[in-house]
Nanobody
Framework: QVQLVESGGGLVQAGGSLRLSCVAS????????MNWFRQVPGKEREFVAV?????????VYADSVKGRFTISRDNAANTVYLQMNSLKPEDTAVYYC????????????????WGKGTLVTVSS
């Protein structure tokens, strides 16, 4: 069992930055690909970014955040980060951290574990 706890959300003005963190319990953190998703009320949850397991650090980003967001991980600290720069009002959402056994699981939201989310609000 893996528990994921997100933090770092809040209110920021357009053009600003935030860094989200997700701390995982358990000893197998490094073996999971780690993902970030986001969801606006009334809309489907959408993929944001994924980073591969172990030290390979292959990443994939949604087109909407490419060049603005950076995903990274610290396996020693059981933590995955999402650095968000040049934020836009349309980035407003609840951001979820998720762990998957397969790197490609983000294509169909087939995650093994989900966090409870952290709210990011970007004002114009």
């Amino acid at each position: 069992q893996v528990q994921l706890v997100e933090s770092g959300g809040g209110l920021v003005q357009a053009g600003g930055s935030l860094r989200l963190s997700c701390v995982a319990s358990g000893r197998t953190f490094s073996s999971f690909a780690m993902n970030w998703f986001r969801q606006v009320p009334g809309k489907e949850r959408e993929f944001v970014a994924v980073i591969s397991a172990f030290r390979i650090s292959t990443t994939v980003y949604a087109d909407s955040v490419k060049g603005r967001f950076t995903i990274s991980r610290d396996n020693a600290a059981n933590t995955v980060y999402l650095q968000m720069n040049s934020l836009k009002p349309e980035d407003t959402a609840v951001y979820y951290c998720a762990a998957s056994s397969s790197f490609s699981a983000y294509r169909n939201n087939a995650m093994d574990y989900w966090g409870k989310g952290t709210l990011v609000t970007v004002s114009s």
